[in-house]
């Protein structure tokens, strides 16, 4: 207990006393924690205040100034009303409070009814008056979206994409970089500065033609047509094969010796010993098909195919935004992201720290 | 034969037993595939394995990449709303020249395909305010994050948290927060200051954009920019230390002329990807109010697919002009990134 008591300020002292080794506090010692504590609030605040509002109810969602935590107005059940009624708290002219609740509004004032004596009602005007409220979380934002609209569909969409594009792509580009890496043949050297060339070539501007070759392929909406196009990715090739290189040789002559034949050198020796640097590419994969949105946006256009990031955007877009659905459909958007950050983060920095890659 | 023994041992742990049953099929996949690579290695020999292992990667890349390019060119040298090109008749330049048609170029309001000149002079005000912006915080971030911190790690983690979330959940936040009874607007009225809607005031739609897009990118260049002072070997600072040098000093002589080739790696990488903005504030404003923050990338998605009339030569022809700028921004980042790993 005493462990847990002290051990906020001995950390908050050597916070703050951290200097540059000799003592004294320099200007940029103070810069760097405020710069820090600041730097934290504006990454994390805006995400932690969409998961705080998710579970807010539609009523809590239109409240100005918003609370803080999800709140829900009391309703009680009164003798001779069919309906709940919202629970007040109405302070009288002579001072006294007491709990009541409200059979009716009309203009400023508002019916109350005593749920102790049912009979008698009062008038209060609406000033007098405080809704009673409690944390109320309403599970229906996530429940409803996925049961009521399409959101169930564009999740397992989502997934398919990610799965199935993450495994092509993984396969084809270490077929592809175990080819550049492992062999001698002609016009290898020629291939490898077709694949560094093409490096930098976006989706962004080859949009038109390849919807054509997509709808020529008779992919489009599908989801095929949201798998196939990205698969090849020289980034990936490139990761691969660089990896590839340090592997000795010696292995692959010795397997050659037993007689394996080069596909399950590929598969037997080169690919387990490959296992870091696909594992970079992996996440790097689930990333970008997770994240998707232009090229989905383009070639999806019916409803059942929408992926989940598609599925937001149109739901977004409509004249009266249901707010409610959709940060909680963002927050579900957001999850598998975060989980595989919390995680991987050490993988996924230095992955990117030494490829220059994302 | 030899090979089995490189084989896992049988399952023993129930955990063992789980992956077993997770990667079966990927065994099985692999053995089907093992078939035909050897019924090719015995008619070809050895010689011919690499092309067939490149084969696949490169039939993908031809038909979704290096094959469109070209179609690309044939696009906007052709007219009509047709999408089958032997359904377009030829014009000849007149796409381009439409889109450069202008009375004054410095007035995109003079321009016969206005749109368009408004996407490149919002990209152009956008790239400039936000790689600037994004360079400059990225740095002063790893400069922090380099320093003797506690919980390091941590922060930065959370700088970085940012990058990994999708362009639509960035966008929703953010949007959720600048709402008219957003959270800061409520904040502005509990300070007693008027009301700000943000997404109706050009200017302010414009701020947020560039806001929003460093906010999720940032930790992407602040790594790399990491990365790059911990290669600076201590011994020049341990150095400089006993020579007394001021802080103000190490930095301008020391830390900035060595992190140099790194940060003209950032500078460019930022320009490529500054330069395609869309994801992020085509959720966040949908382009306006108006035209304030339509960029070029817009445009071309606008034009070629969500008009009611899908222009595909004019967005063909437009795609043309921005890969050319994307061209030169490569070839730049191939020159510099060659001059860092020269040293």
Request: hydrophobic content about 55%; aromatic content about 14%.
């Amino acid at each position: 207990m005493t462990d847990v008591v002290t051990r906020p300020t001995r950390t908050l002292g050597a916070l703050l006393t951290a200097t540059r080794g000799n003592g004294r506090l320099h200007w940029t010692d103070v810069f760097t924690y405020i710069y820090l504590v600041l730097g934290v609030a504006l990454m994390f605040g805006p995400v932690v205040w969409l998961v705080l509002s998710s579970f807010k109810t539609q009523a809590g969602l239109q409240e100005f100034p918003p609370t803080l935590l999800p709140l829900g107005q009391i309703s009680v059940e009164v003798e001779g009303y069919d309906e709940p009624l919202p629970l007040f708290e109405v302070t009288f002219e002579d001072g006294t409070v007491k709990q009541m609740a409200q059979v009716r509004r009309v203009g400023i004032m508002a019916q109350m009814v005593d749920p102790d004596n049912p009979e008698e009602r009062i008038q209060v005007s609406i000033n007098d008056r405080e809704p009673i409220r409690e944390m109320s979380i309403a599970w229906e934002n996530y429940t409803k979206p996925l049961e009521t609209f399409n959101f169930l569909t564009y999740l397992n969409n989502s997934v398919i994409v990610t799965a199935a594009a993450t495994l092509i792509t993984l396969l084809i580009n270490s077929m592809a970089a175990y080819g550049l890496a492992i062999y001698e043949f002609r016009g290898r050297n020629a291939v490898m500065l077709f694949v560094i060339g093409t490096l930098m070539i976006p989706i962004t501007i080859i949009l038109v033609p390849t919807y054509l070759v997509v709808t020529q392929l008779g992919m489009v909406n599908t989801l095929w047509a949201v798998i196939i196009p990205g698969c090849a990715t020289p980034t990936g090739v490139f990761l691969l094969r660089q990896y590839m290189l340090t592997i000795p040789r010696d292995l692959i002559e010795a397997a050659r010796m037993d007689k394996a034949s080069e596909w399950q050198i590929y598969w037997r020796i080169v690919l387990p010993l490959s296992l870091p640097a696909i594992a970079v590419l992996a996440i790097f994969s689930v990333m970008w098909r997770w994240n998707d949105f232009l090229w989905p946006l383009i070639v999806l256009n019916r409803s059942e195919v929408y992926t989940l990031q598609i599925g937001l955007n149109a739901f977004q877009g409509e004249l009266n935004v249901q707010w409610h659905f959709v940060l909680a459909m963002t927050v579900v958007a957001l999850i598998p992201v975060t989980v595989v950050f919390a995680f991987l983060q050490r993988f996924i920095t230095t992955g990117i720290a030494s490829s220059g890659m994302k | 034969m030899a090979l089995d023994d490189v084989s896992p041992p049988e399952p023993v742990t129930l955990t063992d037993r789980a992956k077993a049953a997770a990667a079966w099929p990927i065994r099985l996949l692999a053995t089907i595939l093992d078939v035909p690579f050897r019924f090719l290695q015995r008619i070809f020999g050895i010689g011919a394995m690499p092309y067939f292992f490149i084969l696949p990667n490169m039939l993908f890349f031809g038909t979704f990449v290096v094959l469109p390019l070209f179609i690309n060119f044939a696009f906007s040298v052709t007219g009509g709303t047709n999408l089958f090109l032997a359904d377009r008749p030829y014009v000849g330049t007149e796409q381009y020249e439409f889109l450069a048609t202008c009375a004054n170029h410095f007035d995109p309001a003079t321009c016969r395909e206005d749109r368009f000149w408004r996407g490149i002079y919002n990209t152009m005000v956008f790239v400039t305010f936000q790689v600037s912006l994004m360079v400059l915080f990225s740095l002063i971030t790893a400069l922090i994050l380099n320093r003797d911190i506690r919980y390091r790690g941590f922060y930065r983690a959370a700088f970085f948290f940012p990058v990994l979330l999708s362009p639509v959940v960035v966008a929703l936040i953010w949007k959720w927060i600048l709402l008219r009874d957003g959270v800061l607007n409520a904040g502005l009225v509990g300070m007693g200051l008027e009301r700000i809607l943000f997404f109706v005031d050009p200017q302010w739609s414009m701020f947020w954009a560039i806001f929003v897009s460093i906010w999720a990118n940032m930790g992407f260049y602040t790594l790399i920019l990491l990365a790059g002072l911990q290669a600076i070997p201590p011994d020049l600072y341990e150095a400089a230390e006993m020579d007394g040098t001021k802080p103000e000093r190490v930095f301008w002589r020391i830390t900035l002329p060595l992190l140099w080739p790194n940060m003209l790696v950032v500078i460019v990488l930022a320009l490529i990807k500054s330069v395609q903005v869309f994801d992020e504030v085509f959720v966040l404003t949908g382009g306006g109010p108006g035209t304030a923050t339509q960029f070029i990338v817009q445009y071309i998605y606008t034009t070629g697919f969500s008009s009611q009339v899908q222009n595909f030569g004019l967005a063909a022809a437009a795609s043309v002009v921005l890969g050319v700028v994307l061209f030169v921004l490569t070839l730049l980042q191939l020159a510099v990134v060659r001059r860092r790993d020269q040293g």
